[in-house]
């Protein structure tokens, strides 16, 4: 079932999101060459409890990892897709590109966003990966209106992704989101012929988040048991919004 939330429930959806919002935004502009990724994971946590904001992701259950994550942060660098650990051995260098994704909830309701940022000057096929992905991204929220069906999303972000010539990560998807991470549909960034193709209607608030390989669109766990890679090491791009279905069109809670 998917739940449709009120005016009221959107607006309490919408403080989570901007703050989700100012929190990305604010660990991405210290992005730099010497930082680890752990450095970014204690500035999240900090702006987290100074706002009186619960971490979504910490100690959330992945069934398919078998454990519970550990951090407020996702931090996935370069040929990681998603489920990147912070980490003090982890050090940004030049030419890498960064995925961070990260969840609060504040009185019960739940914001989600994920960016990817460059580490200096990157090479010109990571810039074009970043780019189409987040247009991807973009293209999709357009189509986050009453009486659209899901697989206009999932299908206008394959659509833009593969006629760049970049890859779909299949293994990972979106999500609806509210009093929950992550609630019905899926949201996955291709057209699953599989699933239920549901209308749009309003109140429904998808977190879309395509996940889009340079190479490949083959995954891998690490050993790790959480860190999502492109098997063929190519570089993966990140990005990541909660939207909601308004009579006055797509509500982008995660940004001003
Ligand atoms: N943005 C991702 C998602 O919505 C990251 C979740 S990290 C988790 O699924 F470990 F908490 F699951
Ligand atoms: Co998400």
Redesign the pocket.
């Known amino acids: 079932m998917i739940v449709r939330k009120t005016q009221s429930e959107l607006e309490k959806m919408r403080r989570s999101g901007l703050l989700v919002h100012d929190i990305l935004h604010a660990l991405a502009a210290q992005v730099a060459e010497g930082l680890a990724t752990w450095d970014l994971e204690v500035a999240a946590v900090k702006m987290m409890e100074d706002a009186g904001a619960r971490p979504?992701?910490?100690n959330?259950f992945?069934p398919a990892?078998g454990e519970r994550?550990r951090?407020v942060l996702?931090t996935s660098v370069n040929d990681e897709i998603?489920?990147g650990m912070p980490s003090t051995r982890r050090i940004l260098r030049k030419g890498d590109i960064v995925s961070i994704?990260?969840?609060v909830s504040l009185n019960g309701y739940f914001g989600?966003?994920?960016l990817t940022v460059a580490v200096g000057e990157i090479s010109d096929e990571a810039k074009r990966l970043m780019r189409i992905t987040e247009e991807s991204l973009e293209l999709a929220i357009g189509k986050v209106r009453e009486g659209n069906r899901l697989f206009d999303i999932c299908g206008t972000v394959e659509e833009h992704v593969v006629s760049n010539g970049f890859s779909i990560v299949r293994e990972?998807?979106?999500?609806g989101?509210g009093t929950q991470?992550?609630e019905e549909p899926q949201v996955p960034n291709y057209v699953d012929r599989r699933n239920e193709n549901p209308r749009l209607r309003e109140g429904m608030v998808l977190?879309i988040?395509p996940m889009v390989n340079a190479g490949r669109p083959e995954a891998k766990v690490l050993k790790d048991k959480?860190t999502a890679v492109a098997k063929d090491g190519s570089y993966s791009a990140?990005f990541?919004h909660c939207v909601a279905v308004t009579s006055n069109g797509p509500w982008v809670l995660t940004r001003p």
């Open positions: 979504a992701f910490k959330y992945v990892a994550y951090f996702c998603v489920h994704d990260t969840g989600d966003s994920a990972y998807v979106g999500h989101i991470l992550h977190a988040e959480w990140h990541e």
